[in-house]
């Protein structure tokens, strides 16, 4: 066993890092700024905060995609969340509040990324102050190639590679495949309850405005409606003060809502936005590195074919230019090799990096089942129904004065059999 886990500490396809440990890496804030006009449009600004770089930074939509760029051309390779789309027209504060929530997702994912937290495009974005940070991001990249061509282990990727590395990521697509899917039920069910929640803290609040409302109407009342009788007197003096209450329940209501919304919702988009990039990575792995090899292979044979009828045909020119641009090729396909065998030990990291993401799954039902806790329990909700239910009395007193409780409230024998 020591044997085994000094190999296994040894192999540096092995990631180690706890769902803790990642969390620590940085806790980065993204908060909207008033909105500045320009001549035609207006644009809306973040403030950047991150705990790591002790950091606060203005940045605009245009800002992040640049950053996003520049993450894709120098890890390819690796899973890289994508950004919330663009709106083109003007934009409401339902949607400004929806990337604003969005962007932040993206950002602390890619600060919590093993590579991506070390590189200095990252320290950039988070802590640079200057008036264009954009072409401070480009020039970082420039004549910078990507990963494969600053990693120690580009040329000796396939070594630690298992040996059924395409059976195993073949299965690991399938499985991350099945995960988002059941986490996307889970986050739309999230989304109904605590929007449920919030619907019901609107509908309380304007419940008990309508009823304040009625203990405030000055209509005349006609001697000849109301006799000697002061019933209509009495339920607008007791109905006037219940939207105090009705406020207090209404608030409540939204406070679960909003923290369903914030402990529940946003955790389970996380790990959706997490899943989504996986899922890109594994199609960016087959359309990208895998297709070019096999076009290049292609291309190789076709090569072969025409060396050989070149050669039958006796054409000295043709087959010199031949082994010129076949040699060439073959360089072109053994960097593609490597390159495809550092694209598999990069998806085997990120496969155990998400792996690292899975306990979420705890932090996430704990949430919910905290929220459903304190949306329930009696020192919340029932307290304040409780304090309303003295301030009903008058309204069901008889006209002799007496108190006459509603049919719900009165003992079973005081019911006709």
């Known amino acids: 066993e020591p044997t085994r886990m ?66 894709l051309h120098k890890f390819p390779y690796r899973m890289v969340p994508a950004l919330p789309p663009k709106r083109m027209l003007g934009a409401d504060r339902e949607f400004i509040e ?99 929640a919030i619907d019901n803290a609107a509908d309380l609040l304007i419940f008990g405005k309508e009823v ?27 109905l006037k003060g219940l939207s105090v209450e009705f406020a207090l329940l209404a608030d409540k209501a939204a406070q679960q809502g909003k923290q369903e919304e914030s402990d529940v919702v946003e955790k389970l988009n996380l ?11 594994c199609e960016r792995h087959e359309k990208g590195v895998l297709h070019k090899h096999q076009r290049a292979l292609h291309k190789y044979s076709l090569m072969k074919r025409q060396m050989v009828s070149a050669a039958h045909s006796r054409e000295p020119e043709a087959v010199e230019q031949l082994e010129s641009r076949i040699v060439e090729q073959e360089n072109a396909i053994q960097t593609m090799e490597l390159r495809n065998h550092f694209s598999l030990y990069c998806l085997h990291q990120e496969t155990q990096l998400v792996h690292a993401y899975l306990p979420l799954t705890s932090h996430i039902l704990g949430a919910f089942v905290n929220s459903q ?21 008058c309204l069901f007193a008889g006209p002799s004065g007496t108190l006459t409780l509603p049919r719900s409230t009165q003992e079973d024998c005081l019911l006709p059999r």
């Open 98 to 196: 929806a990337r604003r929530r969005a962007l932040k997702r993206f950002i602390n994912l890619v600060a919590r990324h093993p590579p991506f937290s070390e590189d200095v495009v990252l320290k950039l974005f988070l802590s640079f102050s200057g008036p264009d940070v954009q072409n401070k991001l480009k020039e970082s990249a420039q004549c910078v190639g990507d990963e494969f061509l600053h990693s120690r282990l580009a040329t000796r990727a396939k070594d630690f590679l298992p040996a059924d590395i395409q059976v195993q990521f073949a299965a690991s697509r399938e499985l991350i495949r099945n995960i988002y899917n059941s986490f996307y039920k889970l986050r739309d069910r999230a989304e109904r309850i605590a929007s449920r």
């Open 373 to 393: 806790i304190q949306g329930h329990k009696e020192a919340t909700m029932s307290k304040v129904w409780n304090d309303l239910k003295p301030k009903l009395h």
């Open 212 to 238: 304040a409302a009625l203990g405030s109407d000055t209509t005349p009342l006609p001697s000849w409606a109301s006799l000697s009788s002061s019933t209509w007197g009495s339920l607008k003096q007791a």
């Open 271 to 281: 790990f959706l936005d997490l899943l989504q990039s996986y899922k890109d990575l």
């Open 6 to 71: 000094q190999m296994l500490q040894g192999n540096p396809l092995l990631l180690s890092y706890s769902l803790q440990e990642l969390l620590a890496r940085d806790t980065v804030q993204v908060e909207v700024i008033p909105e500045k006009k320009g001549l035609f449009l207006k644009h809306v600004e973040y403030e950047v905060s991150s705990q790591r770089f002790q950091s606060s930074v203005y940045r605009r939509y245009n800002d992040f995609v640049v950053f996003h760029e520049m993450l």
